[in-house]
């Protein structure tokens, strides 16, 4: 999708205009979905296709204060507060949503906060750096004897691990990788100053740690073994936004960088693990918090103010030669489908094309290679997994690329 050229992101922002101000942001990848959570306790799905309103859910007498869905979109994480407290903290507490029935799973959940994060399968909620909340059971599962953190854990490795940073003495800090299931703590490690903005995303077998010493500081590692794949700085900035994953090779944050201004940032990890890496781009108008990716490369959705923007990433102009890359695909049937399919590539006739198929955890499922005919079509099986066995039914990005041309689009597999 991207490649070592600086690429500026083309203006087609899809707005998705609403009365209230955004506080939260989910993404379902199964169903393609945006939720999005106000202050007036409505949580609005958008399809984040098309930015066409798909439905609502109304909490009523709550401000929404964060947000967080599930895979498939059937479990919402909120922290709402009465809509008549007075003080931030006052009447607040964490629930769960179940969707489409609407109803209220759980009314109150164990240390809850703005910014918890629900398991990818919908079951579990991260209460701390060890220890989740099981919403089926009801559950507390967490390692004795060691304090619960302070709301910044998330999940990891396909979901199966909770993980997160603490602060700890003279400005140290440690990362925590929680097995929950087992009830042991796999990776309990200092990894030295922090200072303030202590933060980390996680994206399949990676975890990405943000830092502010003299500077910030994006360092990325490999999970579970904390070996430092990639690292990055940037100038003193206050107004340090949002980060992410785009997915398992690029990462995008709101920053100033130290050669090219302030701006939000897509970056290439690669194998350097000290000073500065250069951008590969930049997207326009969006940034703020809160902000998410759809992990995918696809979308990186955006509030401010009443308008939500979903800037489609794979409108991508060079700011060196503004050659338009054309990663469009003008055909693919049958989709969904179990057996084979086709895809018509604009612009690629008879043309070497590798391919890939990403899973909605972000790992490389499935890849190989093919040649157009002189229409541009290519028929392929759908592929054996990387394990020898049947690929899961389920959604998949697929990605392919001939030269330096690269197109990407979502097949479903039944």
Request: proline letters at 3%.
């Amino acid at each position: 999708m991207y490649n070592d050229t600086l690429w500026n992101v083309n203006a087609n922002e899809q707005p998705y205009p609403f009365n209230g101000g955004s506080n939260g942001l989910g993404y379902s990848p199964v169903t393609n979905t945006l939720y999005s959570g106000t202050e007036v306790g409505l949580i609005a799905l958008y399809d984040a296709e098309t930015g066409v309103l798909k439905d609502t859910i109304l909490l009523t007498h709550r401000r929404i204060l964060g947000l967080d869905v599930s895979a498939d979109g059937t479990r919402i994480y909120v922290y709402v507060q009465d809509s008549a407290a007075k003080g931030p903290v006052d009447r607040a507490k964490g629930q769960v949503v179940e969707y489409p029935s609407k109803r209220i799973l759980v009314d109150s959940v164990p240390s809850g906060y703005v910014w918890t994060k629900i398991s990818p399968d919908g079951r579990y909620i991260a209460a701390g750096t060890n220890a989740v909340y099981d919403i089926q059971t009801r559950v507390v599962l967490n390692q004795e004897g060691t304090s619960f953190g302070n709301g910044l854990a998330t999940f990891a490795l396909l979901g199966s691990r909770v993980a997160g940073c603490e602060g700890i003495a003279n400005d140290q800090f440690r990362f925590r990788l929680f097995d929950y299931k087992n009830q042991r703590m796999e990776v309990d490690t200092n990894l030295g100053k922090a200072g303030f903005g202590l933060e980390a995303r996680t994206h399949g077998n990676k975890v990405a740690i943000l830092t502010h010493t003299y500077m910030w500081i994006l360092t990325v590692y490999s999970l579970p073994s904390m070996e430092k794949i990639w690292a990055t700085g940037f100038t003193e900035s206050d107004g340090f936004g949002f980060f992410d994953f785009l997915d398992d090779e690029h990462v995008i944050c709101r920053t100033e960088d130290q050669k090219h201004g302030m701006g939000t940032w897509i970056y290439k990890i690669g194998t350097t693990v000290v000073g500065s890496t250069r951008p590969i781009g930049q997207t326009i108008s969006a940034g703020a918090t809160p902000s998410i990716t759809s992990r995918d490369g696809r979308f990186l959705f955006s509030a401010g103010g009443v308008i939500l923007r979903a800037v489609d990433l794979r409108g991508l102009t060079s700011s060196v030669n503004n050659e338009q890359k054309d990663n469009q695909v003008t055909l693919i049937y049958p989709n969904p489908t179990n057996s084979s399919f086709t895809v018509k590539l604009a612009g690629c006739n008879s043309c070497e094309v590798t391919w890939e198929m990403i899973n909605l955890s972000g790992e490389r499922s499935a890849n190989g290679s093919g040649i157009t005919d002189v229409s541009g079509s290519m028929t392929s099986q759908v592929p054996i997994g990387s394990n020898s066995s049947a690929l899961a039914p389920g959604r998949y990005t697929l990605r392919l690329r001939s030269g330096a041309k690269a197109w990407s689009f979502i097949l479903v597999v039944l």
